[in-house]
């Protein structure tokens, strides 16, 4: 159990500092004077990629322990952005012949997500 939380915690902080660290060079370089959110689009983008692409090599090669698994999907993906794991069960769903789940999950991810922000927004407020 210790070794889990440890990889976790190793995962989770290089995946925040990493996440941190490439939004703050994506919007010092290319979003002056844009309030679009480049920097977490790409954030978001390429840890869907790395999701989709490690995930696959991981189901190949069975010498990955659970802790390695438990540390990048978890640890640093999950802080690097969660939207890789929405992504991947939208894609899962798709995967087994579920197609409208699928599109439900997508539409409600977006429109419940968006509300929240708001609620809670306003709540602040």
């Known amino acids: 159990m210790l070794k889990s939380i440890a990889c976790l915690c190793v995962g989770g902080a290089l995946g925040a500092l990493s996440r941190w660290g490439l939004h703050y060079w ?20 390429l840890g869907c990629f790395l999701f989709g692409w490690l995930f696959t090599l991981f189901e190949q090669k069975e010498w990955f322990s659970d802790a390695i698994q438990l540390a990048v999907f978890t640890g640093f993906l999950g802080s690097f952005t969660t939207f890789s794991t929405f992504g991947w069960n939208t894609l899962e769903l798709l995967r087994i012949g579920q197609p409208m789940m699928a599109f439900g999950n997508i539409a409600a991810s977006v429109i419940l997500g968006l509300v929240a922000v708001w609620a809670g927004f306003s709540l602040g407020r």
């Open 26 to 45: 994506m919007d010092a370089k290319w979003g002056v004077n844009s309030h679009f959110p480049w920097g977490i689009l790409l954030v978001n983008v």
